[in-house]
């Protein structure tokens, strides 16, 4: 639509010609003052957020002409892909069903005027204006200095050329031709450069006035999808001016003539008049940079894990001897298995024990939930190897299922049970028919533990001191091992960004890894009130993380990131 709209879209399919005075970027109409009334009270657009007429045609057309519809479908935006970078209809996302990181398009645009890529851009595009000035005023001082540099020289030439004969008319002609020819190709080069560098400050300054008119007039979508093709064009003018000075076009320019010492003697012999060459001095002054890389997409990059902090929630203080598990049940009370008495209690979050509950003869290695009322337990008994079910409304074991290897470190993933076996590697479980079949081949030790987020796996190895990260299908994606973080690496829990915790027991420790395995960061450590950890979880639901000490406390950390 283009912005100079002057008639309501409503009355205008009722064959009533009535000036609009509000435009609504969402709904992508422009409305009366009666139909904008309608609009106001009406629930599914009372939220929307209106301009006037007069604003909306203010604003620059790459910004007012932003659509919230998909080219495609004809259907609304409704998520990101972090992946490919692209917005998605309800029916786009049928192309990316192996993406990683879809988000909400809501989550993306929330607080997008007050994010750090807006003020990252705005200061860029500041950045960029300085740096343009800068070069501009050094490049005209050289132009100064080459012209008087040129004269000197020239009038150098002149002097020596008035003690010789006619014999060097055409050394002299020559001569002046070698610099005028260096100076012509420097100065135009200079020009050429300062023409491109006009060019940008025209569109720095063009960038200027549409992140304003964004920041006063567009919506979320308008300032989120402007933003990005803003940030991206400072970025191409950052990297331009960078360019420049790599490409030596900001060195200084400084003519040196040498004369040929037989000139004095004026010797029949002497073929040349001298030479001129062209010696340039790095430049000096440094370019301003707030941001010294390009920008990323508002909100769905992946924060740095240097951005992670916990607040502790509760201590819940337990009477249990060998806590090997922990899991927050989607009723929001918590299940901790412990491995010596074979049994799986239930707190409240006020640290009130609800009830206990008895695998024996198996014992409790680490837990899992099934459903709202079913855990389920591995057990690393040989009597008893394998998993068992327990009813949380009956108190009773409901299910055994039985198998070869022992098991321990749980998790359910989509109706199937993932289970860490030692020498074995990774089996997923049945639940339909019990049967188990391998995913990933590893020389497992014991106290290996598992969790899945977003179709990876991640699962812990104290034998070769690692963290792994792979996909469904068992395909290695990334490896992390630093001993001196993590000695012994044994509970695992991932969260919604896909940073990895880890619990290390002997150095009673939590370490975070980035979801690419680059980044660590030890965020709890004994100081903290850590001993002998092995439990750790993390409730993707209200976003705690859930550590639990071997002999004394639960603690619940609120994770803000």
Known sequence: MASTQQYCDICDHRHITKPSTVWCPECEQA?????????????????????SMQDYSAMSSSISQTSNMCI?????YQMVCQAHDELLCLKCIENHDECKGIVPLSKVLENVKKSSLFQETKQSLKDIDKNIKSMFSELKKQQESIKQQEKTILSQI???RNKVNSHFDKLEKKIRNEIVEITSKSNDSIKHTLQILESRNTNTHHAEQQLQDIDRYATDLQTYLGLRKISSEAASTDSYLQSIVGDHCMDEITLLLTIDDKIDTISDDITAFGSVELQKTPYQLPLIRHKNKEAQIVES??????????RLMKTIKHEFSDIKGVVALPSGNIAISDQNKGNVAIFRTDGKILRKYSVKPANAFDVTYIDDKTVAITSTIDSRKGVNIIDIDTHKVIRYIPTNYKCFGIIHHNGSLFVCAPSEGIFKLNLQDDSSILIIKSDLPSWSYIDIFDNIIYYTNDFTRTVTSCDI???EIWAFKDE?????????AVDNRGKVYVACSTL????VLSPDGKQNRTLLSQEDGFERLCAIHFDRNSKHLLVVNKYAE????????
Request: net charge positive.
């Open 508 to 511: 009673h420790r939590v370490v």
């Open 158 to 160: 002149s002097d020596i």
């Open 484 to 492: 001196s973080l993590l000695k012994y690496p044994h509970g695992i």
């Open 473 to 475: 299908n068992g395909k």
């Open 72 to 76: 495609k479908h004809n259907d609304q």
């Open 554 to 561: 639960c603690f619940i950390y609120d994770v803000i990131d």
């Open 31 to 51: 409305f009366c003052e009666d139909c904008n009334d309608y609009h106001g009270f009406s629930r599914s657009s009372k939220h929307h957020v209106t301009v």
């Open 301 to 310: 990059r992946i924060k740095s894990i240097g951005d992670l902090k916990l």
